[in-house]
């Protein structure tokens, strides 16, 4: 169950959770200082790059009832990524296999992670291209012949493939718990979690698509105010605050009468 929720958690904090931005030209927040501060291709910003979004540790896990898992046996680094412009699914795309756009992105990630494993490795340890360095054994420790697991979501409220071994993992440890309490078929069980599953994180994956649209309108979009005028839709810190704390209450809880 606690599996369920991290992932669940994951997938809603990364897409969907309100950041507030300021107007402000200056940073006004000590992370937004830090962040500037950062060269772009230092060390530190590609060791930022490399940090993963979520850690799966099923290496203590085998077959349970029969039903085995892809993740099984090893533990998994996670990067969960979102296409950045529209661009990526009108040109850099020509198939017409549904979800190919995501497929690419999320086969890209990998070279991506064990690219910079190996600049870093080569930047802090003087590693040689014909070795291997620390930071990228390290990585190698993880996932099957250390790849990084990257489940893309898309605009439309699609994911790449990815995900669905993610959900099996949880589905079935989550059968494997409840089987173990009420009189039910193991792979009825299972069925039932992933149902479940699927429509908890698929809700969170539009509701968190809907949630950012609404909060660059909030950034960018200019009403008219009662003078003639027109305002835009800042605010002081403290409002703000507030409003995003509103926002994201509702968003993971869901409003009355809406699914949770």
Same mark, same amino acid.
């Given at each position: ?36 501060? @950062?060269?772009?291709?230092s060390?530190? +910003?590609?060791?930022? *790059? ?5 850690? &799966?540790?099923? /290496?203590?896990l ?63 340890h ?39 071994? @993610? ?5 079935? +440890?989550?059968?494997? *718990? ?5 009189? &039910?078929?193991? /792979? ?25 649209l ?17 305002s835009?839709f ?27």
């Amino acid at each position: 169950m606690e599996l369920g929720d991290a992932t669940g958690d994951a997938l809603e904090h990364k897409y969907v959770s309100v950041q507030v931005r300021s107007k402000s030209k200056k940073p006004n927040t000590k992370q937004q200082q830090q962040k500037q501060a @950062i060269p772009s291709g230092s060390s530190l +910003e590609k060791t930022n *790059k490399i940090i993963p979004d979520l850690a &799966i540790r099923a /290496s203590h896990l085998s077959v349970s009832n029969g039903i085995g898992c892809d993740l099984d046996v090893t533990n998994h680094f996670l990067g969960f990524k979102t296409p950045q412009c529209l661009s990526h699914y009108r040109y850099d795309n020509t198939s017409t296999i549904p979800g190919a756009t995501l497929e690419k992105r999320q086969k890209a990630v990998n070279k991506e992670y064990h690219d910079r494993t190996r600049e870093l490795d080569s930047e802090l340890h003087g590693t040689q291209k014909d070795q291997r360095g620390s930071i990228e054994s390290e990585l190698n420790e993880h996932g099957h012949s250390g790849r990084v697991l990257a489940p893309v979501i898309g605009r439309y409220g699609g994911a790449s493939s990815d995900l669905s071994p @993610i959900l099996d993992l949880v589905a079935r +440890e989550m059968a494997r *718990k409840h089987t173990a309490f009420y009189d &039910i078929g193991f /792979s009825e069980a299972k069925a039932l979690f992933r149902q479940k599953l699927s429509r908890k994180w698929g809700h969170a994956i539009a509701r968190g698509w809907a949630t950012l649209l609404l909060d660059r309108l909030g950034d960018f979009v200019v009403v008219p105010s009662s003078a003639g005028g027109n305002s835009s839709f800042e605010l002081d810190s403290q409002s703000m605050e507030e409003r995003a704390t509103l926002d994201r209450y509702h968003h993971f809880h869901g409003h009355s009468g809406m699914c949770a």
